[in-house]
């Protein structure tokens, strides 16, 4: 997958060693960068658009629980 594109995801969030943590259903995750307000979301299911930053890391530009 090229770096620098849109991308939408779905997993639950977490929070590892203070990083905000997508894991996917299929075992994979994806590390966060985000602006307040998404650490409420912790430990629910969400969906996250933004963009894909490096290998694992993703900004986001939206967040909403499922």
Excluded: F, N
Excluded at 30 to 53: C, P, S, T
């Amino acid at each position: 997958m090229p770096l620098e594109r849109p991308i939408t995801l779905e997993g639950l969030l977490l929070l590892e060693s203070g990083q905000l943590v997508l894991r996917m259903a299929d075992g994979g995750q994806w590390r966060l960068l985000a602006l307040g307000g998404q650490r409420a979301m912790v430990g629910r299911w969400v969906r996250i658009d933004g963009v894909r930053e490096r290998h694992d890391v993703v900004a986001v530009e939206r967040m909403i629980p499922l």
